[in-house]
């Protein structure tokens, strides 16, 4: 299955733990994560956040792109977050098709 990397970002102002319409949206729809996951699709390997930063990424698998847009958007992240989100392989496979390896 096709691997992704998830990098998503907000503004201080609209961080859950600042705004309170935030908070009351991420505290509806965090809950609903494993069960979008499996209507969309998609394996959530890993989760990494900077919180001070405001960012977060995700490494996951998903059947396509449209997947991963689809879960951040039912999960409600996409309404506070910027996402950006990027298709990659394992470096390893890379280095399979570089001569001399």
């Known amino acids: 299955m ?3 990397v998830v990098c998503i970002r907000h ?6 733990t600042f705004n309170e319409d935030v908070k009351k949206k991420f505290g ?5 994560r494993q069960e979008v996951a499996g209507k969309q699709e998609v394996k959530i390997l ?3 956040t900077s919180t001070l930063d405001h ?3 995700f490494i996951l ?3 396509s792109q449209q997947a991963v847009e689809n879960y951040f ?3 409600g992240f996409a309404f506070w977050n910027s996402v950006e989100i990027r ?3 394992p470096v390893e496979d890379v280095k399979k098709k570089v001569p001399g390896e």
């Open 55 to 57: 960012l977060a990424w």
């Open 87 to 89: 298709q990659v392989k």
């Open 2 to 4: 096709p691997a992704f």
């Open 11 to 16: 503004t201080p102002e609209s961080r859950p």
């Open 46 to 48: 890993s989760a990494y």
């Open 61 to 63: 698998e998903a059947p």
């Open 73 to 75: 958007t039912e999960i």
């Open 28 to 32: 509806a729809v965090v809950g609903k």
